[in-house]
């Protein structure tokens, strides 16, 4: 046993050292990394929100003008869903996935590298534009007329138009990545009513990448090409139409809402289970409602266009589309209650946020119910009811359930405990927080308060409830600033964490905290939908061990399966660390940054150079193993 | 895929099956690939649509209507490529060398063919129409050089592929390269299919 675990150790060791630092693909470290760049563009973005509550705390304030007001809620936005949730789920997908899945790796770990790096530098491109002073300022979703070149002619969009089709190619290869790792590498034995709800919300998730960037793609093409290159899409005195990019952004954007949520509540999925302790109610019935929605999130999408005059027919069907909705999101709900209430819940940190993300969930979509209505939504449009609603859905679907991820997994993260006190005391500190923050604004929405202004006169009867908000986000940041103080200071003061601290009912469980390079020693074999429960069978691993059956000490190696029932397939030769990832999202940053200054010909010479990088990275090892 | 020294080192206790190309890690990849790019397309085209269905004219006034028989024959000459890399992908199965490199080298000529041709036509329709003249103008061109690039990326998956087939890398083994370019080529060649009838759609 003594001499196949070194071995494993010796083929998968890795040095530490900044060589290693750029050429790992390890998707522990590439998640990890994921995890703590998506959470600096959250701080970035949060601090923009401070900035807009303190601004908007009085009326007629002036701590902002009005073009840094719309910079600033522009890239609040663009952080919050791009830069932050998007990548911070794709963390824990990455570090997570190949765990529950009792895989080595990710089925291609240097396209994993590569997605982090190309996240990273699209990040750093779009965040650049504040240096220039001309960040993107059209709102999150970029409305023609307004992002053409005629209205809006510096770089602020291009910033945008870029930024986005450069960071499309990080969420597309990372979900390619997600489907055939989850399609190829379970454990033998996990067939797909075995595999966890986690992977199925990202599997589900993936597949709406695949189908919904495409026409953000084509929009942000389109638009770069008319400023560009004096193209025309939007505009109708040229033959176009401004509603065709809604159409588009809205195409992809509706689905990026389950983009978005959908691993949040496979994250809730995970942890249910466990705090419960028993299986979760109508397994099944939870990843069948999972595909279920990010299907249905495809044929809703003029819902958010319901004030722009179209036929009413159009509108109806939309409207009776956006109800339906409802009904897989009702038997997600309905099973998580069933389990926490047939189970014995043990009330930790991480099921309060669970708790939490049900309760504000719940109300988002009530509210959400209320927009299928034509006419309320076309009273509310563009109001503040619309921010308070997309904000109990967004924060409450997402932060919510992404804060209980981070405290569930932590102890797997670090192999350290947090302080479960404090814990507990930051949640509702945070919980009191978001609805002070977002509560009000239902009723300034109501009033009449338009979003995405700068300020407001006095004497509407809005002071009072903007005063809340504010007042509330600090109490949100300060929650947020706890959670970091714990988490942090478990690296110290910690207890050890051990292996499984909380019972869990996934493989995560079943190894060390944190994980060996290769994950597992002996390929774990599973037989039901709880196999950390399985005691047995996590027994025999060890014999196995013992015994060398599939320990796969022969070399950089990794089981693949087949899709349906998970029977040992193929013996993958894994990939080696690579310097080709970095220099490929490298070239292409390159590129970016010439098209945007209108460098064409150099921009092409970046193309040129990440062809190179393609072959260098192809010759690198036999590319049967690609 | 284990390289034969790993097989032969390897406990027997270890189940090993034997790899089939069309399962490969992969050959799942790209699949997922031509998903995404393939509703690229459909999303370029549907936008051509929508804005056609909103127009008084199509084309607007001042542009003629397409002509069929030129990107008929480029299309034409696109999709015969698809026949040689067919050929190349069954040969490699059953280790046939010279067939494999035969077609791919066919398929990789007729690509370059329609590149070649495109080019020219895109030359002509240059001197009658530019992209910044109006909307339909500027899809015709985003739409037909969106398609005229794919191709571009697979003559250059066809020529690393090639290559590699000519320094003896594969065989009936070794092969997921080969079936991973030949899914490319399929779906640049099919492609020809709806951005052909799109574009020269007025005119029918």
């Known amino acids: 046993m003594a001499v196949n675990v070194e071995r494993l150790e010796r083929i998968w060791f890795e040095p530490t050292g900044l060589k290693t630092f750029v050429t790992t693909v390890n998707h522990k470290k590439i998640g990890k990394r994921y995890l703590v760049t998506a959470f600096a563009f959250f701080v970035a973005a949060g601090a923009e929100a401070l900035l807009m509550r303190t601004q908007l705390a009085r009326p007629e304030s002036g701590v902002v003008g009005p073009k840094t007001y719309n910079e600033l809620f522009s890239m609040h936005g663009v952080t919050m869903i791009f830069l932050f949730v998007t990548p911070m789920l794709s963390g824990f997908g990455n570090y997570f996935v190949p765990l529950q899945l009792g895989a080595r790796d990710m089925a291609f770990p240097r396209m994993n590298a590569f997605s982090y790096w190309v996240f990273l530098g699209s990040g750093i491109f779009m965040y650049s534009s504040f240096l220039f002073g001309e960040a993107p300022n059209d709102g999150w979703f970029n409305y023609a007329p307004l992002s053409q070149r005629e209205y809006t002619p510096s770089l602020n969009i291009d910033f945008y138009n870029l930024g986005l089709l450069f960071l499309t190619i990080s969420t597309t290869a990372g979900a390619v990545n997600f489907i055939v790792t989850i399609f190829k590498m379970r454990a033998p034995g996990m067939s797909i009513n075995r595999i966890p709800l986690f992977c199925w919300a990202i599997l589900a998730q993936s597949f709406s990448v695949v189908f919904a960037l495409p026409a953000l793609s084509a929009a942000n093409i389109f638009l770069s090409l008319e400023r560009k290159f004096h193209f025309h899409f939007f505009s109708p005195g040229d033959g176009g139409d401004p509603l065709l990019w809604q159409h588009l952004f809205w195409i992809f954007g509706h689905p990026d809402v389950y983009i978005i949520f959908l691993p949040a509540i496979g994250i809730v999925s995970a942890i249910i289970p466990t705090f419960a302790r028993r299986p979760m109610v109508m397994h099944t019935w939870l990843a069948l409602a999972t595909l279920t929605t990010g299907f249905i999130g495809f044929g809703v999408w003029v819902h958010h266009m319901f004030a722009t005059g179209l036929p009413q027919i159009t509108m109806t069907f939309f409207a009776a589309a956006s109800l339906l909705i409802t009904i897989p999101s009702g038997i997600q709900i309905f099973g998580w209650c069933a389990t926490l209430l047939t189970g014995a819940p043990l009330i930790r940190t991480p099921l309060l946020f669970v708790l939490g993300f049900i309760v504000v969930f719940v109300i988002g979509g009530v509210t959400g119910v209320m927009f299928a209505v034509i006419p309320f939504d076309q009273q509310v449009t563009d109001t503040y009811f619309v921010v308070a609603h997309f904000h109990y859905v967004l924060f409450g679907g997402a932060v919510f359930p992404i804060f209980a991820g981070l405290h569930y997994w932590w102890p797997k993260l670090t192999g350290r405990m947090f302080s479960e006190p404090l814990g507990q005391v930051s949640f509702w500190i945070f919980f009191v927080g978001f609805n002070l923050t977002f509560f009000p604004m239902h009723i300034a929405g109501l009033l009449g308060m338009p979003r995405r202004v700068y300020t407001y006169p006095d004497g509407l009867g809005w002071g009072i409830y903007n005063l809340l908000e504010t007042i509330g986000a600090f109490t949100l940041a300060l929650g947020i600033l706890l959670v970091v103080v714990n988490l942090l200071g478990s690296l110290r003061f910690g207890a050890l964490a051990g292996p499984d601290p909380w019972g869990g009912e996934t493989l995560e469980w079943a190894t060390t905290s944190p994980p060996p390079e290769y994950n597992f020693a002996a390929i774990p074999l599973v037989r039901s939908n709880s196999p950390n429960w399985d005691r047995a069978d996590r027994e025999e691993d060890v014999h196995r061990l013992e015994r060398n059956e599939l320990v796969l000490a022969e070399g950089h190696e990794a089981l693949a399966t087949t899709v349906l029932d998970a029977d040992a397939d193929q013996v993958l030769e894994m990939p080696p660390e690579s310097p080709w990832p970095f220099v490929l999202a490298l070239a292409i940053a390159f590129g970016f940054a010439f098209l945007l200054v209108g460098h064409y010909l150099v921009a092409g010479l970046g193309a040129g150079l990440a062809l190179a990088a393609l072959a260098g990275w192809h010759s690198q090892t036999p590319m049967e193993t690609a | ?204």
């Open chain 2, 1 to 204: 895929m284990s390289s034969p020294a790993a097989v032969e080192g390897r406990p027997a206790a270890t189940p090993l099956v034997r790899p089939t190309g069309s399962r490969a890690n992969g050959w799942w990849g790209m699949v997922l690939l031509i998903a995404t790019e393939a509703t690229l397309f459909a999303v370029l085209i549907a936008s051509y649509f929508y804005i056609r269905f909103k127009s008084p004219a199509w084309p607007p006034d001042g542009i003629n209507d397409p002509t069929v028989g030129r990107p008929l024959l480029n299309n034409g000459v696109l999709l015969a490529s698809i026949v040689p890399m067919y050929l190349a992908e069954r040969a490699v199965f059953r280790g046939r060398g010279a067939l494999l490199r035969l077609g791919l080298l066919a398929s990789f000529l007729l690509m370059l063919a329609y590149f070649a041709l495109q080019l020219d036509s895109f030359w002509t329709s240059w001197h009658s129409f530019k992209p910044s003249e109006d909307t339909y103008a500027s899809l015709v061109y985003t739409i037909v050089g969106a398609h005229w690039v794919h191709v571009g990326a697979g003559i250059l998956l066809l020529a690393f592929v090639q290559l590699r087939a000519w320094l003896g890398h594969f065989d009936a083994e070794r092969n997921v390269p080969v079936q991973v370019t030949a899914l490319y080529v399929y779906f640049v060649g099919l492609l020809a299919i709806p951005v052909f009838l799109t574009s020269v759609s007025p005119a029918l």
